[in-house]
């Protein structure tokens, strides 16, 4: 960079004449010196942190996992995978992050959980085809992608939200699942349900019917994008108490029935049968208050309201 030199007048002030049109290409230097890191970043960054592919997803998952040998089995409930692992050791968690995970834990000594989203479950059926040394065919794995954008506060404005079940409406916190409690995808709440009959919270478009028939992924009219999911763990019932009433890509009105539920069957084989209800995309700002916390009706409005700065964003 060349050295700048200020001449000074008689009076001792700057010369701005001479003197700007040093800053000027002080300034050119500078943008340029600024371009060549960012282009060095972005040529770090574009050397690949994440795959290309669809399909190689799930591959380097497995590997990142501590390869095919030290996966012993994979289960997904809604929002992640449960895998069992021969060795904690091979599991390289920095590497499971850089793949697309918000979040890896490990539950036991062979036991990791990995947070993927709404895409889990697909994506382990995908893991699970490599592992058996099936070909992967993109027509019949469909992988499921949450919508990862935040919800502007003028589009969801007015939104109407409706118990989805009778029951006893429930802050978040009281689910016994720690990444529903935890709030670890997105806010909401929960319902204690005395009946089994689920309807839809919003009015919108039904975006995820998992395979487990025990949860119901919906985007809102105003982009929302809203899990219901009934009981805890209750992936592992494969279906068996459930019955779905719509398919992906139904539209739905607030109150539609999604769900019907045999309670009772589900109580004796689930860990809980409190039903958690979350908003996954809200601003960061925003917060779920209940209005009336206690005795709900399935399809009663004004439950809850999603405060963001002060100001009432849905209803």
Known sequence: MPFLRFRLNVVGRINI?????????????????GSGIRKREASTSDQSEKPNAPDELPKQLL??????????????????????VAENGQVNKERLRQLGALGVWE??????????????????????????????NEDSFSVQTAHQQVIPTDQAEGEMIVSPVDGELLDLSSV???????????????????SGRILSPVGGTVLTVFPGKHAVGILSEAGIEILVHIGVNTVKLKGQGFNVCVAEGDRVAPGQPIL???L??????????????????????AAVQLLKPGTVRAGEPSIIVIMAKGSQIFK
């Open 260 to 262: 019907e539920v045999d």
């Open 264 to 285: 009772e069957d589900v109580k004796q084989h689930a860990a809980s049968i409190i039903t958690p209800v979350v908003f996954m995309n809200l601003p960061r700002e």
């Open 17 to 33: 004449e001479e003197v700007a049109p040093m800053f000027t290409r002080l300034l050119e230097l500078l943008k340029k010196a």
């Open 63 to 84: 590997s990142a996992l501590g390869g095919q040998d030290n996966v012993l089995n994979l289960d997904a409930c809604t929002t992640r995978l449960r895998v069992r």
């Open 176 to 194: 016994p699942d720690s990444f529903f409690s935890r709030r670890m995808i997105g806010d909401g709440f929960a319902v204690l349900p005395s």
């Open 107 to 136: 539950m036991d000594h062979d036991e990791v959980h990995v947070l993927l989203g709404a895409r889990s479950d697909a994506i382990k059926s995908q893991m699970q085809a490599i592992v058996a040394h099936s070909a992967l």
